[in-house]
């Protein structure tokens, strides 16, 4: 106990994944082992954001404690246990000068007085870059505090099935939510194939392709394009917000030219095309003006449905090439794979992800970190200023790197149109 720990409180933020409660469960039982309470935090920052003396957080609504008994067989259920949301108590601070102000921090304030309202003496926050921002900000109210304050040492836990997180090579939950999906595309491919039609498949994935073209590779889609993709002429200038956007008529006729070499030189008339709903982002700010945004600023990809508007577009285009119709229906994948039940890596993953994390504060001492792996899950630790801007305390997002080995993977497999 020479750490002096006596509260660890779990909190988990954002889209679910897979393998979050072996994260919760291993952590929370390697405090409980050696002699730390552990609490959880239920659904994210959405109570502790509204916290104030006199409406103290409630047992059973806004936390639960955890007792050895509950945790059991919890590492490879679905779901998570203590649930998760979207608030965000570091909205309002985008740069180290919003510290200082009272007003912009009030938030990060709240959540800090509801913590220690707990007796809370550590926090481990699970979840995506966004949540990885938060943790950063809520260190950085907590060093401007006055000389003797109690600190409360944050360690994060990266989480995201997009897998596009800086400083982790995977991240927990990709490959059940890959699995999970390219096994959905390959049912698509026998319904394709039995009625002589195509699928369009947009897939998850917010910032990068990761899971879009893991899902492809998987379930063995025929073609897939995701944000890394959109180079050259797929791109034009927008004149109007002066930044690239998607020439959409180039992507569509992408698309109809694979379609037509199935058709006229495989004899092959159906097929699965995958797209990444990143993809939204380069459409122009005209398509998006409707579009809402959550507390992070980041536009509701799903209100966009890709896989619809290019359906339309591109049977619209095939018709118009050949004079025949050509059945394409589009659909978005991903929320079926956010809570579906971890494989075993994903287990083994967060699992070690979660002894990291009570290691991390318990052993090490450490404040401002976040857990990683390499190798053969071999745990090291890396400080919040090697990923988040110290100017604009923003994250870096991990794209496909244009031409890599995974990148040329999808364009083996994927069908070769020959010119």
Request: aromatic share 8%; with cysteine; net charge neutral.
């Amino acid at each position: 106990m020479s750490h002096g720990i006596k509260k660890v409180a779990l909190l988990f933020s954002g889209g679910p994944a897979p393998g979050a409660n072996s994260v919760i469960s291993t952590c929370a039982i390697s405090c409980l082992n050696n002699g730390v309470e552990v609490v959880g935090i239920k659904h994210g920052y959405s109570s502790l954001i509204d916290y104030s003396a006199d409406k103290p957080l409630v047992e059973g609504k806004d936390f639960i404690n955890f007792n050895e008994k509950m945790l059991r067989r919890t590492r490879s259920k679905e779901g998570i246990v203590i649930g998760t949301a979207r608030s965000n108590p570091g909205k309002f601070v985008s740069s180290p000068d919003h510290i200082q102000d009272a007003e912009k921090v009030a938030p990060l304030k709240r959540t800090y007085e509801g913590l220690r309202s707990l007796g809370v003496d550590a926090l481990v926050s699970i979840g995506g870059d966004d949540t990885l921002k938060t943790a950063n900000k809520f260190k950085l109210y907590q060093d401007s505090l006055p000389e003797g304050s109690a600190k409360i040492p944050v360690v994060h836990v990266p989480k995201t099935i997009d897998n596009d997180y800086s400083g982790i090579d995977f991240t927990f939950g990709f490959f059940t939510a890959v699995e999970t999906l390219g096994t959905e595309i390959r049912n698509l491919h026998a319904d394709a194939e039995a009625s002589r039609a195509y699928f369009m498949v947009e897939s998850m994935g917010r910032s990068a392709g990761w899971l879009a073209y893991g899902a492809a590779i998987s379930g063995e889609a025929n073609m897939v394009l995701s944000v890394e993709d959109m180079t050259g002429d797929l791109l034009t200038a927008d004149l109007t917000s002066k930044r690239k956007i998607m020439d959409i008529d180039k992507v569509v006729a992408k698309m109809v030219k694979m379609i037509r070499y199935r058709d006229e030189k495989q004899g092959k008339e159906y097929g699965v095309i995958v797209l990444a709903e990143g993809l939204a982002e380069f459409l122009s700010d005209e398509v998006l003006k409707d579009i809402p945004r959550d507390d992070h600023g980041h536009i509701s990809v799903a209100h966009v449905d890709l896989g619809k508007m290019f359906a339309r577009r591109v049977a619209a285009e095939f018709e118009k090439q050949t004079g025949k119709k050509k059945k394409i229906t589009g659909l978005q994948l991903g929320y079926e794979s956010r809570c579906a039940r971890p494989h075993a890596f994903d287990v083994l993953l967060g699992s070690q992800l979660g002894v990291g994390a009570y290691r991390a504060l318990c052993e090490e001492q450490l404040n401002g970190v976040m857990v990683s792996v390499s190798g053969q899950l071999d745990l090291h630790f890396v400080k919040f200023e090697q990923l988040v801007d110290p100017v604009t305390l923003v994250t870096v997002v991990r794209f496909i790197e244009h031409g890599s080995d995974f990148h040329k993977l999808a364009r083996f497999l994927e069908t070769k149109v020959n010119d």
